[in-house]
Nanobody, 125 residues
Framework: QVQLVESGGGLVQAGDSLRLSCAAS????????MGWFRQAPGKDREFVAV????????YYRDSVKGRFTISRDNAKNTVYLQMSKMKPEDTAVYYC??????????????????WGQGTQVTVSS
C-alpha cells in the first residue's frame, strides 16, 4: 500500500511561483511513476507531469512546459512540482499520483492506483 500526502498549495498572484510537495509512505520504494494531476471545477482531472524512479525521465502537458518542473527525492520519499510564472488557468486542485512500476500509459488518471488528498492552488489575476 502507498499513502500520498500533498502540501504547499495556496493563493498566489499571476506570475508568482509555488512549490508543491508530495510525501509518500508505505511501498514508496516501488513507486516507479509519480506524477501530478489537476482538476478545476466542472472539468475533468488532467495530467500535469510525471517522473520516473531515477528522476531522469519526465513528461509534461504542453501548457506547463517551461513553467513547471517535476522532481523527486527518493531519500525523502517525496516528489515536488515547482510551478513558476503561474497563470489563472493553473487554478485547480492538484493531486499527487503514484503507480508501482512504470505504466504502459501515464497521462490518464486510470493509469495510477494511488492518490493523495489534493491541495488547492488558486492563481489570481
Amino acid at each position: 500500500q502507498v499513502q500520498l500526502v500533498e502540501s504547499g498549495g495556496g493563493l498566489v498572484q499571476a506570475g508568482d511561483s509555488l512549490r508543491l510537495s508530495c510525501a509518500a509512505s508505505g511501498r514508496a520504494f516501488g513507486t516507479d511513476a509519480m506524477g501530478w494531476f489537476r482538476q478545476a471545477p466542472g472539468k475533468d482531472r488532467e495530467f500535469v507531469a510525471v517522473i520516473n524512479w531515477s528522476g531522469r525521465t519526465a513528461y509534461y502537458r504542453d501548457s506547463v512546459k517551461g513553467r513547471f518542473t517535476i522532481s523527486r527525492d527518493n531519500a525523502k520519499n517525496t516528489v515536488y512540482l515547482q510551478m513558476s510564472k503561474m497563470k489563472p488557468e493553473d487554478t485547480a486542485v492538484y493531486y499527487c499520483a503514484a503507480e508501482i512500476g512504470w505504466p504502459t500509459y501515464y497521462s490518464a488518471p486510470e493509469d495510477y492506483h494511488y492518490w493523495g488528498q489534493g491541495t488547492q492552488v488558486t492563481v489570481s489575476s
